[in-house]
């Protein structure tokens, strides 16, 4: 028996991301009649109709979707074996989008910073920030997300994670708030205000509730926000008290600190573990040398911006 075509794996590829022959064949710049002659070939090795029309669309069969992971990966390996590879020198005409998932308050914090370092040795680059509908490695195994931003929950086993930097939560209010008069906040004071909680899910427990449990207490719970970003800005308007990453109050650059401008922010009553944030992303992408360079800029973004908030605190 003669080897198969190699190049019916990016076909396939494209097939099964797509979940369309016409899909597929314009990612490839084929015509559609030579895309349904692919798939009738790719059928015929498999043994399996990979497609099937449900409707007026096409579905992908189990069989698709058990070779989806495992086409992708050959796929890009066998580019990226064969690309040639960009040493740090050449990263200044490098032209690449970089999509990085990470959620609004990452975004806000750190984000300027980034594309300003990135801008400046590599113009030809950009950042493509997506949101983060729900924790899931697929993005990064697929290959629509190259980095992701956040708290390592959740993910897949292979997955490869490098530490940026510790948080903790704080309250916030808006300035002049009731809580701002008071000599300190007791768990039951704490407990007892009107609260908006963040949470992509609609969730509303959380740490801070297990501290409070412990003690009898429970949080008046008023509003569930998707993101930290809301949950600031419900905050500055109303008499709700938000819970929130301290470095999401960082000073932007040119402007004053978030926190003595608009907001008043205080330690919690109740102790809660701090957070690390890391990046992500797939093994894949490890020895890519545009994704290590991107890796070495987003770490130094944080590490440049966490030290310095954490000098100007100490010379408060």
Known sequence: MSD???NLLIALDALIAEASVAGAARRLGLSASAMSRTLTRLRTLTGDPLLVRAGRRMVLTPGAEALRERATNVVHEARSMLRPSSPASDISSLERTFTIRANDGFVEAFGAALIEAITAAAPGLRLCFAPKVEKSPLPLRDGSADLEIGVVSGMGPEVRVQALFRDRFVAVVRRGHPIEAWRSVSAARYA?????????????????????QALGLTRRIVAIVPSFPAALAVARCSDLVALVPASYLRPLPGKQPLGPDTTYAFELPVKTEPITISQMWHPRLELDPAHRWLR???RLACTRLVADDGAAAGSD
């Open 4 to 6: 198969p075509d190699l």
């Open 192 to 212: 007892a205000c009107g609260h908006v909680v963040t949470s992509r899910r609609g969730r509303s427990h959380g740490p801070v509730d297990v501290a409070l």
């Open 296 to 298: 070495e800029q987003v």
